[in-house]
Structure formats: C-alpha cells, structure tokens
C-alpha cells in the first residue's frame, strides 16, 4: 500500500521574518493513482464499508488528526 501522507521541506530563508516550518504534511488520497476501476476489486463487507465509508479497500484513507 502506498503511503497516503507525504512530507515537503520548505525554503528556510535567512532573512524570513517568522520562525520557520521545516517540515510540512499533506495528504495524498489513493483515488489519485487509481485512474479508473479495475475489474474485481476486493470489497469489504457491507458492514466494514459502512465502518470505512468505502467499499473498496483500496480506497479507504483512514483520518488520523495531528497532535497539535
């Protein structure tokens, strides 16, 4: 499977006049790399899929809240 949240590193400037952020995250949903449907896709069961909010396994992104 792949990794659905990614991380960028940002442009640290010498003069920039903010603490800096060095490190960013961002989420990457899998429907981006699945340009359409394969034939016989694995599903989940008719509860899973309402528990995920997908019947396909290899859509579910699952949320995981940062700790702020």
């Known amino acids: 499977m792949m990794e659905q949240v990614r991380v960028w590193y940002p442009f640290v400037g010498p003069f920039d006049p903010c603490p800096p952020i060095l490190e960013k995250t961002y989420s990457t949903p899998p429907q981006l790399f699945i340009p359409f449907q394969p034939m016989n896709l694995p599903q989940f069961s008719p509860q ?21």
């Open 48 to 68: 899973e899929a309402l528990r995920h909010g997908t019947l396909w396994p290899a859509l579910y992104s699952p949320y995981e809240p940062k700790n702020t």
